[in-house]
T-cell receptor, first 111, second 114 residues
């Protein structure tokens, strides 16, 4: 199994540009999550989903949007990139909530 | 407010020495607790988890953690550090009964000196 796959691994955006971070899992997990990781700040939850068609905001949702049209995919959309969105983004999934499986991350720089 | 606190953002030990990484949480409800490890430029890997079974939990790579409800702590230990243990470690707690919403501590970077 591939587990949780994130693309791209690295990206540089200019201020005001848009992009979508892709996340796919092949484990048939219902729960999926997007986190951002900033140095010394741990992980902050951006959005999460409890199943296809259901999403909800986490701790730091401003500037981001998500959709969950299938069980496998949970893309994260940045509409107007800002320097404050420079971070490492992790997608994760779990079947019942007991222990997440994380992707390898996307390192995003906004200049 | 529910929170997870990891004492010490950086911990340095000598190879062969005891590793102790501290995690405290705030909650009146017995939570589900996890430790994750993150090696450089990688995602987080589950090290161990406590889900209301034995209070002493054994994980991978010789790590273990003890849940102490009275102290609201879940410290991570390893008797003898190895160079390959150098990484960042995150404590995470689920404050709901379903265990599907984790709150993460700020992380502790473990450095191992030869």
């Amino acid at each position: 199994n591939a587990g949780v796959t994130q693309t791209p691994k690295f990206r540089i955006l200019k201020i005001g540009q848009s992009m979508t971070l892709q996340c796919t899992q092949d484990m048939n997990h219902n729960y999926m999550y997007w986190y951002r990781q900033d140095p010394g700040m741990g992980l902050k939850l951006i959005y999460y989903s409890v199943g296809a068609g259901i999403t909800d905001k986490g701790e730091v949702p401003n500037g981001y949007n998500v959709s969950r049209s299938t069980t496998e995919d949970f893309p994260l959309r940045l509409e107007l990139a800002a320097p404050s969105q420079t971070s490492v983004y992790f997608c994760a999934s779990t079947p019942t909530g007991y222990g997440y499986t994380f992707g390898s991350g996307t390192r995003l720089t906004v200049v | 407010a529910q929170s997870v606190t990891q004492l010490g953002s950086h911990v340095s030990v000598s190879e062969g020495a005891l590793v102790l990484l501290r995690c405290n949480y705030s909650s009146s409800v017995p939570p589900y607790l996890f430790w994750y490890v993150q090696y450089p430029n990688q995602g987080l890997q589950l090290l161990l988890k406590y889900t209301s079974a034995a209070t002493l939990v054994k994980g991978i790579n010789g790590f273990e953690a003890e849940f102490k409800k009275s102290e609201t702590s879940f410290h991570l230990t390893k008797p003898s550090a190895h160079m390959s243990d150098a990484a960042e470690y995150f404590c995470a707690v689920s404050f709901n009964n379903a265990g599907n919403m984790l709150t993460f501590g700020g992380g502790t970077r473990l450095m191992v000196k030869p």
